[in-house]
């Protein structure tokens, strides 16, 4: 499986092939990274929410997906009067993991109910790959 890096991830981000814009000014690197490896491993994740083309929920996930040429679902959404715009070519990545190891696991645990497999059986995968 190929590592994912910061600056490839820029590079799709500075590219004019993306349907969906941002509602976040910022991703984390360590999710995507963490994402992509498993949408390679054909683990199965839910759709991303939208309003028209606008990203409400599924920023990591969308762009996870392209880097490991993944069709994720788009389910209907509606945006607050909160919600802001960005563009991608704007959006920072954040190499400090905004997830705890015990977030880790509950997110692991939360992916193999989604796949209806074991949860041992996606830690045995995830070290190995």
């Known amino acids: 499986m190929k590592k994912i890096t910061i600056e490839e991830i820029y590079h799709l981000l500075s590219s004019a092939e993306l349907k969906f814009i941002p509602s976040h000014s910022q991703l984390c690197y360590p999710i995507l990274v963490r994402l992509y490896k498993k949408m390679s491993l054909g683990i199965q994740f839910p759709g991303i929410k939208t309003d028209g083309e606008l990203i409400i929920d599924g920023h990591h996930r969308y ?67």
């Not at 991608?88 to 796949?115: G, H, M, R, Y």
Request: net charge negative; proline share 3%.
């Open 63 to 129: 762009i996870a997906s392209l880097l490991a040429n993944i069709e994720l679902e788009v389910y209907p959404s509606f945006k607050t009067s909160a919600t802001s715009t960005y563009h991608w070519n704007t959006v920072l990545l954040s190499e400090e993991d905004w997830d705890t190891p015990t977030k880790i696991k509950l997110l692991n645990e939360k992916d193999a109910l989604f796949n209806q497999i074991d949860l041992k059986y996606l830690e045995l995968i995830l070290e190995s790959a």
